[in-house]
């Protein structure tokens, strides 16, 4: 016979939470066996026989007799298969049945059918709940075991251990009671969605990559990617990494979805390549010299200039004295781009006053310039640099014209 689990009625006593669905022996039945045993003794205590019964009385043929026991035994039949009929239709019904079927689902990897189940909305970022994306997990829900039901008033609360690879988890589901009834007797019950998971992937690394994730699409990924900061999923493993390219390397993580309701990280961390290191060195000195080509008193975006009074400058040339160092090293992923020693620049302009007086223009001091900043991301065109501009003190004027 089948262990019970206990659940509770609607003023928290518990129930079985599981019910052994064969018909116990009837007791009708044992009634009349005795009841035809006790009528046969006492018979032949008294020693009558047929032919001995009071005269005129009427006498009762086999064949009759044979119908009155047939008669009984079909009825007593008919009460244990509606007793039995009852049983298992109570069975059927009880709120845990609908915590299996989802579950059931869930473990056959079926959690389309899962999320149909309970009405779960889903849109394109969704992209970890299909049954491919479930199939390709390197873990997923195993087994699962209903170890009590809880009954209060129209809400029905059952709770289940659930197997994911070798670890498990309890979870508790809330159903609701509805108004019409099945087969006439019978409660019908509601699984209410249960709260997802999300996974969120940290990229801990230069922007310009692909996720990739088993099981979805490129496409999908890439018109999700701004919603990496949290996929719903399943419980399970999801393995995540990025797609090959030359410029860092990344090695894959496993985003572990433990249950239900939870948030749960996979983060990315990036190795610069040589190829890569090459790359940003190449973007850290386009900046460089793009600066010292400017041909403004001010170069945008470059953090060092010049100002003037009393005159207007044209014709301005820059020119480095001394290149600035830098050092491009790796904080967890980060690329950061940090000042060595600081470049010095020259520059040249020509100089009109207010009367038209015109001539040459120079700074009196060299102007500092310093590079610091962060390799951005790896594009189509390579590394794109992003300058921290600190230096917001501009050096006096550059000497009057002569």
């Given at each position: ?30 009634g009349?066996?005795t ?24 006498r ?79 873990e997923?829900?195993?087994?699962y ?19 994911l ?35 969120v ?17 490129a ?50 961390t ?24 400017s ?61 038209g ?27 794109e ?6 230096q ?11």
């Amino acid at each position: 016979m089948r262990g019970f689990d206990m659940q509770h009625d609607d003023e928290g006593h518990e129930l079985p939470g599981e019910s052994t669905l064969g018909p116990a022996p009837s007791e009708s039945a044992q009634g009349g066996s005795t009841q035809g045993e006790s009528t046969q003794s006492e018979s032949t205590q008294s020693g009558s026989t047929p032919s001995e019964s009071a005269p005129g009385g009427n006498r009762l043929g086999r064949g009759g007799l044979v119908a009155i026991i047939a008669a009984a035994t079909v009825s007593v039949l008919a009460f244990a298969a509606v007793g039995v009929g009852v049983s298992v239709g109570a069975a059927l019904h009880r709120p845990q049945v609908q915590v299996e079927r989802y579950l059931d689902a869930v473990r056959a990897g079926h959690i389309e059918d899962a999320l149909a189940m309970t009405r779960t909305q889903v849109d394109a970022s969704d992209v970890l709940l299909t049954d491919d994306a479930y199939a390709a997990a390197s873990e997923r829900v195993t087994a699962y075991r209903i170890t009590k039901t809880t009954l209060a008033g129209k809400l029905a609360k059952v709770t289940a251990s659930i197997s994911l690879g070798t670890e498990s988890f309890t979870q508790d589901f809330t159903l609701e009671r509805g108004a019409a009834k099945s087969g006439l007797f019978f409660d019908t019950w509601s699984l209410k969605a249960p709260e997802l998971s999300t996974l969120v992937i940290d990229e801990a690394m230069p922007g310009g990559a692909e996720i990739r994730i088993p099981g979805v699409s490129a496409e999908a990924l890439h018109d999700a990617a701004s919603e990496l900061e949290g996929l719903r999923a399943f419980p399970g493993v999801y393995e995540v990494s990025i797609e090959d390219n030359e410029w860092f390397e990344v090695q894959p993580v496993d985003g572990v979805v433990a249950g239900f309701g939870g948030v749960a990280t996979a983060t990315l961390t990036a190795t610069l390549t040589a190829a890569g290191h090459t790359e940003a060195e190449r973007a850290v000195n386009a900046y460089i010299d793009g600066c010292a080509a400017s041909t403004e008193l001010v170069p945008a975006g470059c953090g060092f200039g010049l100002r003037t009074e009393g005159y207007t400058a044209s014709d301005i040339r820059w020119s480095l004295d001394a290149r600035p160092v830098v050092a491009i090293e790796d904080h967890n992923g980060v690329l950061a781009v940090t000042g060595v020693t600081p470049g010095y620049l020259s520059m040249t302009c020509t100089g009109t006053k207010p009367d038209g007086t015109v001539g040459l223009c120079t700074n009196v001091e060299p102007v500092e310039f310093s590079v610091n900043g962060y390799i951005l991301r790896f594009g189509d065109a390579g590394a794109e640099f992003l300058p921290n501009l600190l230096q917001s003190l501009l050096p006096e004027e550059p000497g009057a014209p002569a």
